[in-house]
């Protein structure tokens, strides 16, 4: 179980709030002893100032020390002492309209609080939230003026000691209960868990890789296990620090938030499905095709194409033939694929994509009535399903149905001890090239030979899909590697 430590120079500054047992003073943290170093420590320092060697540098200086996860850190403290930092483009302050807020009086400045990325005043929500991403800090009070743009003028570190009114106190409660919630738990609540991990969601998003009946299971699942479960999403991210574990269920992508997720989650030394390198390696089919190419792992042929090289497309029209299939490096869910019948159609296809991509590949058409997705996690299999084409399509996801956004067709899931061994085989031989996390192999089989397609990271885990043969197994046993992986690293911390 990790544990939430609230350090303030004096007791009577958590006067006005709840009284809870993780509040303590400065004294009482530099005296403390560790008593148990496998458990992971959040240390939120509320001290009265972080001036150099003041209680509150200290307090974020010796947490550092002792390997706790300290708000704000000492490379914030140093930050915020340095104006010329202000000075770096943010985006939100183009956003703020100067005659809303000043009524139109420039050479004006503007004081507001913020209280964990959040402030009453709406015409700065955007602008709180990205000052705490970038100096993640308590309370920071933030000095603004007009003149023809918007400048940060100042920013400062509060403590709750220097919060004025009731209404300022109330709102750092109210935002503290929100960014830290488990310090309002009974003791008794909190002890029925050992470990506690974050799924990372996007409510809105057309396609998830899993859908909510499954993150409950995920949930119900780490339950069980001692794991305290919670959804966040993409605005929790400076909040990482309070899991032992990442579990990321939305479509990966490296110019994306999905990996900024990862790789922070990482830097805290907290385990995380799917890790930076699995996203790298799986997120682009030119690496997959090349690292498969190298090792020699069975797959349909397969030409990189350049975008200036007019001699790989001949030659790919030569080798492969029609039809063939074309795929950008970084498509999902089918997206970014595309059969294409002819020269003509090919040269048409190649030109629109190479204004995406520099780099496409082209790869021989293989028919068959459905695709192998072999589910392997820590290079063992776990699920098998056998998902058939699209009605009248040639692929699982017709994205450009006219019934609807888009159509799937139908599928089989087996235990995998009846998957054919060369699909066993070909998907394990591809997983073992990329790492030790969650991934779903795509193949197709042609008699007794199996053709690996792409190894997918985020695969999907849908209800009455992949869970159907093993049902709450499946999800009980990916929850159980992610206790034995935050067992093995507290291990290490001993």
Not at 388 to 413: C, E, L, V
Request: glycine share 4%; hydrophobic share 35%.
């Amino acid at each position: 179980m990790s544990e939430l430590l609230i350090v303030v120079d004096s007791l009577k500054d958590w006067g006005p709030y709840y009284p809870t047992e993780n509040v303590i003073t400065f004294e009482d943290y530099l005296a403390r002893q560790e008593e148990n170093k496998k458990a992971r420590t959040r240390v939120i320092n509320l001290c009265r100032n972080y001036r150099y060697l003041s209680k509150g540098y200290y307090c974020s200086l010796l947490a550092e020390a002792r390997d706790h996860h300290v708000l704000p850190s000492v490379r914030v403290i140093n930050d915020l002492n340095q104006r010329q930092l202000y000075t770096l483009h943010l985006d939100d302050l183009d956003e703020i309209d100067a005659k809303e807020v000043m009524g139109g009086n420039e050479n004006d400045t503007i004081t507001f609080l913020s209280y964990f990325g959040h402030t009453s005043n709406p015409a700065f929500k955007n602008l709180a939230k990205e000052l705490f991403e970038k100096f993640p800090c308590p309370i920071l009070e933030v000095e603004l003026a007009y003149h023809r743009r918007w400048e940060i003028e100042s920013l400062h570190a509060l403590s709750p000691h220097g919060l004025e009114t009731d209404d300022q106190e109330t709102e750092f409660a109210e935002a503290l209960d929100q960014f830290s919630r488990k310090i309002w738990r009974s003791p008794k609540s909190r002890k029925q868990y050992a470990y506690d991990l974050a799924i990372l969601c996007n409510k809105d998003e057309r396609l998830p890789p899993s859908d909510k009946t499954a993150i409950k299971h995920f949930i119900k699942a780490g339950n069980k296990l001692g794991i305290d479960v919670e959804v966040i999403d993409r605005k929790d991210y400076v909040r990482l620090a309070e899991y032992d574990a990442l579990f990321i269920r939305e479509t990966t992508a490296i110019d994306h938030h999905t990996f900024r997720f990862a790789k922070k989650a990482e830097t805290e030394g907290m385990v995380v499905i799917d890790d930076p390198t699995s996203i790298l390696r799986c997120c682009n089919k030119i690496y997959l095709t090349d690292l498969f190419n190298v090792n020699k792992v069975p797959t349909p042929k397969t030409m990189i194409l350049a975008k200036n090289s007019k001699k790989a497309l001949e030659q790919a029209v030569t080798d492969l033939g029609f039809p063939m299939v074309l795929k950008i490096p970084d498509g999902s869910f089918s997206q970014g694929v595309f059969k294409v019948k002819d020269v003509a159609e090919f040269e048409q296809r190649t030109t629109e994509l190479f204004k995406k991509s520099s780099l496409l590949l082209a790869q021989e058409y293989m028919y068959t009535e459905f695709d192998w997705r072999i589910g392997v996690i820590n290079n063992r299999p776990l699920y098998a399903c056998r998902y058939y084409m699209a009605k009248n399509h040639w692929q699982i996801y017709n994205h450009g149905s006219p019934a609807s956004r888009f159509t799937t067709g139908g599928y089989d899931t087996m235990p995998t001890y009846e998957v054919p061994k060369p699909v066993l085989d070909a998907a394990l031989k591809a997983t073992k090239l990329i790492g030790t996390s969650l991934y779903g192999v795509d193949l197709k089989q042609v008699g007794d030979k199996a053709m690996v397609i792409e190894v997918n990271d985020n695969p999907s885990i849908e209800s009455d899909v992949e869970d159907k043969y093993l049902g709450m197994q499946l999800y009980e046993q990916i929850m159980q590697e992610f206790v034995n992986r935050i067992e093995a690293k507290r291990g290490n911390r001993a």
